[in-house]
Every structure is written in structure tokens, then in C-alpha cells.
């Protein structure tokens, strides 16, 4: 894929094709011509036709002559946009801000992350008492163009010696290097092919670290299945380092993490993204047997703490929002555990330090915070700035001060800290940002999806906003693998917001909001139900006159991605933008490419059944076009790095949906190129990017200019 960027640089072009610019109404675009092969599957007896399958070799100078096309055409298009560069400068503008992190220490060193701006990765700086911060490592010096970034960062017992990884065009695959962190001078040589991985130190002896074997053919799309986990000694070479977990039963995700008094290594093992094994092993005791805490792939459970030889574990086990118990080591399975904190009616995500347990409730989609001892007595319920995510309260047991983050949608994130003796918390950060969070709202609503659940959704907006039906709105939205939409401020949501627009995130069933029931509800034979709340949440925004069909855009990436295809697909009257990121768009083989197998928890695959490959050839959004339908003016957007979700799913779509799309509503896909799934992208692709998704929505929505200057119609 790395040939994308030269061959369109270089103009090589295998079509012809008319000029691009956008005219409302009447012009029916030119795209390039996609060759169809003849290339059928069976599945139980059904025989499916791949016409794009070859859009699926990355390696080949046909598909990237295919992606300068596609892309020629796009940014054409884009190009005539008439307030692009307008709205790329307010971007730049509300971005130059300086951005701090939470500080954290390590050995004699204070630590933090900052941004003066508009850098496209961030630096980390260090000091020490009262000395002023020097760079510790800058990510911006890894590659030129800044494509090149930070994926972990991890230091040794005495934090005089640290681990990083870097990824090198958004790709999922990282290499670590090892650094001296007092000398900043790079010790060994460099570990390479690692992915899905932290590192965790035995001490300062070395680290754990998890890797699959390199695939054969692409690396960007081939298969990954077996996880390994791997331990690398400081002074040895990589291929020396011993496998200590999943070399003779097959993983697909598994993990080390050594606990903070390093005692015991703890290992999770699953199969897909729902449910895992949980393994231990007595770092103080010499050549100590891996032993079983919890066995099967139904619950999730993981470690949080040790307190001599008491492990503290986080489960899901009889207990869907999930519980704290504890068990003495030496008998760890299920049957010893004791209850800490026991599950409520919240979802629960814990933390713990200084010694203490932080719990952090989501009650409707909103954080609450709770402080308790080991023992789980209530210390204190914790204040929170507002109504909004709170992160972070973690920590080492010997700090005094820890922090946390505070934000939501209208609110640009503050860092507070906290002394959990005291229970004192006091503002750390504040942004110094352009943006006058009063004078936007957040409204919370209930709406009733097609079956009668009640979906929460958040609509944010400027004050004084006329409900009248004509406001441009996005309605952002994701729906699955247990993951929880949660308030948080987006600087391009903030410009979104400042031209008068409207942003919805309804929390769908197949997220995490609710506990694994809300999940359960959303996976599988009931796919269809995140779908069905999707469409009920635009149906809201439009009966309650925030927007109408003409003004309202659906928005999602990955999972998300899949969302807005089959939801445009399903109502193509319900929207006039289609705005799908990274999408999940060909349901028959996502599990044949990179990790996609372990997705088959949410999804299910097309080999498990004929009732199953019948469910998703119903909705696989690749499948499900039609032809002579007018379907929604589409921004398909993707990276030709993205080993995630593979860039093929998106070009097969966009074929899919130029060769079938009736009416003259444009149809295009932006390929970044030398980008992933979207971790690490440099600020100014991210910038130009909200540009272009931004110009191409209220340009299909008939602005001439941009709406904070008009709200007629053109």
C-alpha cells in the first residue's frame, strides 16, 4: 500500500474521467471505471457473487491505480468547495491550543504529555523537582511527515530504563525500543513485528510483551490468529526471548501485566473481544507453574491489585455490570471469591491508588465516581466539576496526589487533581481554547427504539437554537463490542457546533452503557437492533424539529462505519449525508482478514450456519445495495495503512455504491494515505480531514456559505 502515495503523485492513472466539480442538482459525476471479476463463494448452497474481490490485494498496482483514481476524483470535488479552506483555518485555529496531560512520576523524575498546538504528535516532557521541564522524547522527530507515532510507553521498576512503542503509518504493527532514560541513549537493538501489546516490567530485569508470527503475503491484510505472549530479557537478543504463554493452544488476544509490587504476572487469554481466560503466575517463587484462575470464554475477568497475596479481580461472573472480589492467591479459582464491591445497578470500570479502590460508575452514559478501601468500605462519593466522563483516579500506592480528567460535550477536558487522604480536589489544567462553552448546551432525552427499549441520547448545541427543522446535524454513532459512548469534547465537533450545528450520540444497544445485557442485546441475530435504534434516534431529531432529512448527516467509524452503511442502506430517505469512516462494510469475510476473527462475538460468521450467513448476507452493507435506489450524497473515508478494519471493505463499497447509486448524490471515498485506523494520525491530516467531511456535508445540504454566515438554503 505504500505504492498508493507515489502512484497518485505521480498522476497514474488507468481511467478517464469528467471534471468533478460539485453542482447541486442536475450533475451526475464521472467515477472511474471498476473492473468486476467473476468471482462467486457458496455458502450452504447460496452462491454469492465478490465482483471487487481483487480490491482486496493490497500489494497489487492495480488497486493502487485504482486508489490515485478515487481519489483524483474526490479531491476534485472537494477542492470546489467554496469555504474548504475557511473552515480548515477555524480548525487550525481552535486546535492552537497548548494541551497537558496528567503528570505521572517515574523514579526520580516527574513525567507529562504536551501539545503546544497544532504538533502533530505529542511530546513528552520531564523535570524534576523544581526544575524546569526539559524534552524526554518528541514523536514528531520519528518521521518527516509525522505519520510516525508514539503506541506505548513503558518504564522499568526504578524508571531508570524505558520501553517504547512506535507505529509507522497507522498500522497496528509497532516495533519497541529500548532507551537508558536517564542518558536518553537507546540501549539494544530495536524489537520488531509486535501488535496488540503492552509491555509490562519484571522489575528492571526486562519486559512482557505480545506478538503474533509474521503473516505470510501482506501484512496489512493476511490473517492473525495466534497470540503469543513473550518475555524479553534487557542484554538479549529477540529472537532469544522465551514464549511463556499460547505456544501450544491457539489465542487470539493475550496479555501480560505484571502487578505493581511485582509479584505475580497476570495473563488474559480469548478468543474474540468478549470473554477470557485469567492465568497466574508467582513471580517470587523460582520456575513457578502458570496456574488457572478462571477457565472458558463466557465472563470477563481481569486483575486489579495485590495486597499481600490478596488479588483484587474485576469480573463480570454472575455479575453483568460487573463486581470486585477478592481471593488469596494460593486459591485463586472462582469458588474462593469473595465479594469487595458488590455489582449495582451501574456499569462499573474500577481503578486503584494510594491504596485505595476508585470506582467509576456510568449512570446513564454520565460518570460517578466512588472512593473505598481494600476492604471495600466506602470512603467517600467523589464531586465531579460537572455532569460529564470523568478518567484517570490511578495511580501508584505510595502517591499522594493523583488526578483525573473532566468533559463532555460542550466542555474542553480539564485535568483536576486529588488527594485521595483528604479527599481534596482542585483544579490542575484548564485549556486556554477558543471556545465559549457557554454558550452551547447538552440535553439529555429518552427515545423509544422500534421494539419500545428506551435509548438514552445526548444532543448538544448552540444556545438559542430555533427548532425549526432546518439546523445541520450529525448523529454520531457506534453500537457494539461493549464499548461505551461516553460525553467527551471534540475541538471538531466544537466547530461543528460553532456554524450552528446539531450533534446527537444515542448510546445503541450493542455498546457497554448498560452492562453485557445492553451488549447482548446488540451482537449477533440481533444486529438489527442497533440499526433499528439508529434510525430511531434520526426519527427523534426529526419529529422534535432539530433537523429534517435535508439537513441530517449520520456519522460512525469502524463498528460505527458499519452503522451509517447498513443504516443508509436500510432508509436512504431518512438522511442526505452518508458519512461512513473505516467502515465493517463486507460481512461474509471481515473474519478472513488481519484480527477480524475475534470480532466474531458481535457478528457471528458466515460459516458458523446457514441461519447465520442468511442474518448478515441481510444487512452486510457490501450485499444489500440496490440498484437504481438514489442513496445519500457519501463520503466514504479510510487509510491505505489501516490494518484494523482493511481498507477493501471500503473500496468494495464504494464500487458497490457508485456502479448501482441512481440520481446525481455524490458518491465518493477518501483514501488517506500512509494512515491506519486512526491512532496516531498527525494533526494536520486530522485537521484537513474534518475539512473536507465538514465542506462535503453542508455542501450537500445546500449551503452556499457556510451556515453561521446564512441559513438560507441554496
Known amino acids: 500500500m505504500k505504492k498508493f502515495l507515489l502512484l497518485t ?17 442536475n450533475v451526475q459525476l464521472k467515477y472511474p471505471t471498476t473492473k468486476k471479476v467473476d468471482t462467486v463463494t457458496n455458502y450452504f448452497g447460496t452462491e454469492v457473487k465478490d465482483p471487487y474481490r481483487w480490491l482486496e490485494d493490497d500489494m497489487s498496482d492495480e488497486t493502487a491505480e485504482w486508489v490515485g483514481e478515487q481519489n483524483k476524483v474526490t479531491f476534485n470535488y472537494l477542492s470546489k468547495i467554496p469555504y474548504r479552506e475557511e473552515l480548515k483555518s477555524r480548525l487550525e485555529k481552535l486546535w492552537n491550543y497548548e494541551k497537558i ?58 524508571g531508570n530504563t524505558v520501553a517504547y512503542a512506535i507505529s509507522e503509518g497507522g498500522s497496528d504493527w509497532r516495533k519497541i525500543i529500548v532507551m537508558d ?20 516490567w519484571r522489575g528492571n530485569e526486562g519486559f512482557y510483551y505480545s506478538s503474533y508470527e509474521k503473516p505470510k503475503g501482506s501484512e496489512l491484510s493476511a490473517k492473525t490468529d495466534q497470540h503469543r505472549l513473550f518475555y524479553h530479557k534487557l542484554g538479549t ?19 501480560g501485566l505484571v502487578t505493581e509490587d511485582g509479584r505475580f504476572l497476570s495473563i488474559t487469554a480469548s478468543k474474540s473481544t468478549s470473554g477470557n481466560e485469567l492465568y497466574l503466575q508467582d513471580l517470587s517463587k523460582s520456575n513457578s507453574k502458570i496456574i488457572p484462575v478462571i477457565q472458558g470464554f463466557d465472563y470477563d475477568t481481569y486483575v486489579l491489585d495485590n495486597q499481600d497475596g490478596k488479588l483484587l479481580l474485576v469480573t463480570n461472573l454472575d455479575a453483568p455490570n460487573k463486581r470486585i472480589v477478592k481471593v488469596n492467591s494460593n486459591k485463586p479459582t ?15 470500570t474500577p481503578s486503584t491508588a494510594s491504596g485505595f479502590i476508585f470506582t467509576k460508575y456510568m449512570v446513564d452514559a454520565v460518570s460517578q465516581v466512588k472512593q473505598y478501601d481494600f476492604n471495600g468500605k466506602l470512603i467517600r462519593a467523589i464531586e465531579l466539576p460537572g455532569i460529564g466522563t470523568a478518567g484517570g483516579f490511578s495511580g501508584k500506592i505510595a502517591a499522594k496526589i493523583i488526578y483525573y480528567s473532566f468533559s463532555n460535550y460542550i466542555t474542553p477536558g480539564s485535568i483536576y487533581s486529588f488527594k485521595p487522604t483528604e479527599g481534596i480536589s482542585e483544579l490542575y489544567k484548564k485549556p486556554a481554547i477558543d471556545f465559549d462553552s457557554d454558550a452551547f448546551e447538552s440535553k439529555q432525552v429518552f427515545y423509544s427504539s422500534k421494539d419500545g427499549t428506551k435509548i438514552p441520547m445526548i444532543i448538544s448545541y448552540k444556545k438559542g437554537t430555533e427548532l425549526n427543522g432546518k439546523n445541520p446535524t450529525i448523529l454520531y454513532g457506534y453500537g457494539g463490542f461493549n464499548i461505551s459512548l461516553t460525553p467527551s469534547f471534540s475541538i471538531a465537533n466544537a466547530v461543528w457546533m460553532e456554524q450552528g450545528g446539531v450533534y446527537a450520540v444515542p448510546n445503541l444497544r450493542g455498546g457497554g452503557e448498560y452492562g453485557k445485557a445492553w451488549h447482548k442485546a446488540g451482537i449477533k441475530m440481533q444486529k438489527q437492533n442497533v440499526f433499528d435504534d439508529f434510525i430511531a434516534a434520526a426519527e427523534y431529531l426529526i419529529e422534535n424539529k432539530y433537523t429534517s432529512s435535508e439537513y441530517l448527516a449520520i456519522r460512525g467509524g469502524s463498528n460505527g462505519g458499519l452503522l451509517v452503511g447498513a443504516t443508509m442502506i436500510q432508509r436512504p430517505d431518512l438522511m442526505k449525508v452518508a458519512l461512513p469512516a473505516v467502515g465493517v462494510m463486507d460481512m461474509l469475510r471481515y473474519h478472513t482478514f488481519t484480527a477480524g476473527a475475534g470480532w466474531a462475538y458481535d457478528y457471528g460468521t458466515a460459516e458458523d450456519s446457514k441461519e447465520m450467513f442468511e442474518y448478515l448476507i441481510g444487512y452486510s452493507p457490501v450485499h444489500t445495495i440496490k440498484e437504481g435506489v438514489e442513496y445519500p450524497a457519501t463520503l466514504i473515508t479510510t487509510g491505505d495503512h489501516d490494518d484494523r478494519v482493511v481498507p477493501a471493505h471500503s473500496f468494495k463499497f464504494a464500487a458497490e455504491l457508485q456502479s448501482k447509486q441512481a440520481g446525481t448524490n455524490p458518491t465518493l471515498i477518501r483514501i488517506e494515505t500512509n494512515a491506519g485506523h486512526g491512532a496516531g494520525t498527525p494533526v494536520s491530516k486530522t485537521i484537513e480531514q474534518y475539512a473536507d467531511i465538514f465542506g462535503f456535508t453542508f455542501y450537500n445540504m445546500g449551503f452556499k456559505e457556510l451556515p453561521s454566515k446564512t441559513k438560507i438554503k441554496g
Open 9 to 25: 503523485m505521480a498522476g497514474v492513472f488507468m481511467f478517464s474521467c469528467k471534471n468533478s466539480e460539485p453542482k447541486k442538482g
Open 101 to 158: 496531560g496528567a503528570p505521572f512520576k517515574e523514579g526520580d523524575y516527574t513525567y507529562f504529555y504536551k501539545n503546544n498546538g497544532l504538533q502533530n504528535q505529542y511530546v513528552i516532557y520531564r523535570h524534576q523537582e523544581n526544575e524546569k521541564p526539559e524534552v524526554f522524547l518528541d514523536p514528531n522527530t520519528f518521521s518527516k511527515d509525522g505519520t510516525t507515532s508514539l503506541g506505548g510507553l513503558s518504564f522499568s521498576k526504578d
Open 181 to 200: 532514560a536517564i542518558s536518553k541513549e537507546i540501549k539494544e537493538d530495536t524489537i520488531v513485528d509486535v501488535k496488540f501489546s503492552g509491555m509490562s
Open 237 to 255: 537478543k529477540q529472537k532469544d526471548d522465551p514464549i511463556i504463554f499460547g505456544e501450544t493452544q491457539k489465542y487470539r488476544y493475550v496479555n
Open 334 to 348: 472462582s469458588e474462593n471469591w469473595v465479594n469487595v464491591i458488590p455489582e449495582t445497578k451501574n456499569v462499573l
